[in-house]
């Protein structure tokens, strides 16, 4: 009775080693993966935001080019009128320029974020499977040392002096 109540507490805390193995590989997995994916929306965001950028700089040149012909078809072109919406145009593309920039660090930080984030749970997966591994020993550990695990003493009857 006591082998077979070992056994099945050996093979418990096998079962629970092996556990805790297979869930440390696939965390270590499902961090990769997280990273990968991470990166690919950085590329992603990087892409969106470099193409935002031609589009503001092309915008403008074309607003440019459409001001300056009216203003030589009217005869205005060396206005001060001329060169203040001009330069109202140059600073609107800035500020659109800015924003895009900011916009793209933002969406970088919330991916790193969330990558850590998701490194963070994945370790945590790791530590409740070893505290469950350590839950498993524990109990057994309490199981081996009650007096039915062990089965009947051979010394019950003797006494200590005879």
Do not use: D
């Not at 993966?33 to 690919?40: L, P």
């Not at 969106?48 to 080019?65: D, K, L, P, Q």
Request: proline letters at 2%; charged letters at 15%.
């Amino acid at each position: 009775m006591a082998v077979a109540t070992t056994t099945l507490i050996v093979a418990g805390l096998a079962l629970a080693a092996v556990g805790t193995g297979v869930q440390f590989v696939a965390g270590q997995r499902q961090a990769k993966a997280g990273r990968r994916a991470a990166k690919e929306s950085q590329r992603a965001a990087g892409l969106e935001a470099s193409r935002a950028r031609r589009r503001v700089i092309r915008e403008a040149r074309i607003a440019r080019g459409s001001a300056l012909n009216v203003a030589g078809q009217v005869g205005a072109g060396q206005s001060s009128g001329l060169r203040g919406g001009l330069s109202g145009l140059a600073s609107q593309a800035g500020s659109a320029l800015g924003f895009s920039t900011q916009t793209e660090a933002i969406g970088r930080n919330i991916t790193k974020f969330g990558a850590q984030a998701s490194k963070a749970a994945s370790l945590g997966a790791i530590g409740g499977g070893i505290a469950s591994l350590g839950g498993a020993l524990f109990s057994s550990a309490g199981a081996l040392g009650t007096p039915a695990a062990a089965g009947p003493s051979p010394f019950t009857g003797i006494r200590p002096g005879r």
